[in-house]
């Protein structure tokens, strides 16, 4: 089908103008009066030689693009730089659109003026659904190369989508030994544009020996780094200097000794206090607050993630937690409890509830928090479902993870910290360094409650344990004698009370998740607001802790939306 470039002036030129800004504005009604009026209007280029199915691909929305393909408008179309209307979808980066124009007779392998074809401009939004969709229905190759040799992932790296680099680093998809035309491997593109996770990952695949290797103008990836003054490049330069030093049988780890280093030092540092302040007659808490000032200043700015290019989960959240338990139960049984080993509910709490967290802390580390590995089943067939059945649709009951490459339900969500999709996901928790979700949920709920208890026991005992040291004394002088001499058992009665109130405000937000059929994630307005009797709510939350199907279901929940009940 011929196209007519567009004529200067005239009411078939406003009728055009006024065609795509339609088209950018999702006016279908207009669109359709337009077409209706001026049915030749679909067959005329704006500038640059795109045509209104051009832009509607780059809009994306489905129906306007299926109602110019019903107007007769010609899916192979080219500009002025040969870019076809799937070029446009690919770049746009929606599978149900490029299926549609598939469907209608694209042509996949249409190159652009550049050699670039589907997959590059795929690449170059970073659009892993496109690239999935390729793959899946025409097995397409991943590696190929436009007219300067560049594959897929050396687009993804200059643009660093980082999604995109996490799909095409899995099952083969690309060759990180492949150069382009100027020399350029990809790492040598991430390491000058200053994306350092992207470079670290391929590191610990190609080996310190690639660091070496130079492109046509001479350069190793570490030249390039240290071309850019991004804060990206300032944080890469550092490691790939190190690297470059080390001989080529070195293996590229992570920075195990920096990962324990951050996870010991709360239980290090809070212990270096604590020895301290023992052999000083006065004047303990004084170290205490200043270790705790030091350590404020210190930690100022401390994210989730290690400062590190490998961007590890940090583990200093576990540690401080794992130190609280530890200094806690140690202050406890060493120093409070001799005093108070004839108050037999005391007995009996300490060898039963206090062991009992430790155990449940222990086991909930070690848990699985239920990760997806497979993608969901189609009803019928029971095959596992994949991106291609989702473009059959437009608004399909099922999502795709490009980390994963999973197709995954609504009730399935990805935690970018530890890079997997779980079910019910609930939260990922910074202080056990995994997710809580279907699978450890309850036990977390269980670890919360019974943190609270022994925190407030260990408060009582404190406050029992210091009426037994100083019978008969004035406050006054009792604050005085704990902060001067007793500042260890203070300074964790402080921790507690503050971690107390947390714990509660945190287990209260998760009993009036739980008790509706809901999680963090797993939730919905009309879910979150269902109305349920204090009776009610603590039946449900009762049965969830026994991992029981709950029996006042929330008819808006997603969870109670399929036939199983939660957690059976």
Request: net charge neutral; glycine share 6%; hydrophobic share 45%.
């Amino acid at each position: 089908m011929s196209t007519q470039p567009l004529s200067n002036g005239g009411l078939q030129a406003a009728a055009f103008e006024m065609l795509l800004d339609a088209i950018g504005k999702n006016l279908s009604s207009v669109i359709q009066q337009l077409l209706n009026s001026y049915p030749n209007l679909i067959h005329l280029k704006g500038w640059h030689g795109i045509s209104p199915l051009h832009k509607a691909c780059l809009i994306g929305d489905y129906n306007i693009v299926l109602m110019l393909i019903q107007a007769n408008s010609d899916v192979n179309c080219l500009t002025d730089h040969q870019e076809t209307p799937l070029h446009y979808a690919s770049k746009r980066g929606l599978p149900s659109v490029v299926h549609l124009l598939v469907q209608c007779g694209a042509r996949i392998q249409a190159l652009d003026n550049a050699g670039r074809n589907a997959l590059h401009h795929a690449a170059e939004s970073g659009s892993v659904q496109v690239m999935k969709y390729f793959e899946e229905a025409f097995e397409v190759n991943m590696r190929e190369q436009d007219k300067k040799l560049q594959t897929p992932m050396h687009i993804t790296c200059r643009h660093g989508h980082l999604d995109l680099f996490y799909f095409l680093m899995q099952k083969g998809r690309t060759d990180l030994r492949q150069a382009d035309s100027e020399g350029n491997l990809p790492l040598h593109i991430a390491c000058k544009n200053g994306f350092g996770h992207m470079a670290w990952s391929m590191l610990c695949i190609l080996g310190v020996g690639s660091l070496h290797l130079r492109n046509n103008d001479g350069y190793t990836p570490l030249d390039l780094a240290l071309q850019g003054d991004s804060f990206g490049h300032k944080e890469l330069i550092p490691v790939l200097t190190y690297l470059s030093q080390q001989h080529e049988s070195v293996p590229v780890n992570g920075p195990i000794t920096m990962w324990y280093g951050w996870m010991l030092y709360p239980l290090v540092v809070y212990s270096l206090v604590t020895w301290i302040t023992q052999r000083l007659a006065s004047y303990q808490f004084l170290v205490y607050l200043c270790a705790c000032v030091m350590a404020v200043v210190q930690l100022n700015g401390i994210s989730h993630r290690m400062n590190h290019v490998c961007r590890w989960p940090n583990p200093i959240y576990a540690g401080f937690f794992a130190a609280g338990i530890i200094h806690t139960s140690f202050c406890y049984y060493w120093l409070i409890f001799p005093y108070l080993i004839d108050i037999w509910w005391i007995c009996l709490l300490s060898v039963t509830i206090c062991p009992l967290l430790h155990v449940i802390f222990w086991i909930l580390i070690r848990k699985e928090a239920g990760a997806v590995v497979t993608s969901v089943k189609e009803p019928v067939s029971r095959k596992p479902m994949r991106l291609v059945d989702l473009c059959m649709t437009q608004n399909p009951p099922f999502n795709y993870c490009p980390v994963c490459d999973l197709v995954i339900n609504n009730m399935t969500k990805h935690c970018r910290l530890c890079n997997r999709c779980f079910l019910y996901l609930d939260h990922h928790c910074l202080f056990l360094l995994k997710c809580v979700a279907a699978e450890n949920h309850p036990l977390f709920l269980w670890m919360l409650i019974l943190a609270i208890v022994n925190m407030f026991f260990f408060v009582v005992g404190c406050v029992l344990y210091t009426l037994i040291i100083c019978p008969h004394t004035a406050w006054t002088e009792i604050l005085w004698q704990l902060f001067h001499q007793q500042a260890w058992p203070l300074s964790l009665c402080i921790v507690n009370i503050i971690f107390i109130f947390w714990c509660v405000g945190l287990l209260y937000s998760q009993y009036t998740t739980v008790t509706r059929g809901c999680t963090s994630y797993v939730s919905s307005f009309e879910a979150r607001n269902f109305p349920l009797t204090r009776r009610q709510a603590m039946t449900n939350f009762i049965h969830f802790l026994l991992k029981m199907p709950m029996p006042h279901r929330n008819p808006h929940s997603l969870i109670h939306s399929s036939e199983m009940a939660i957690f059976t």
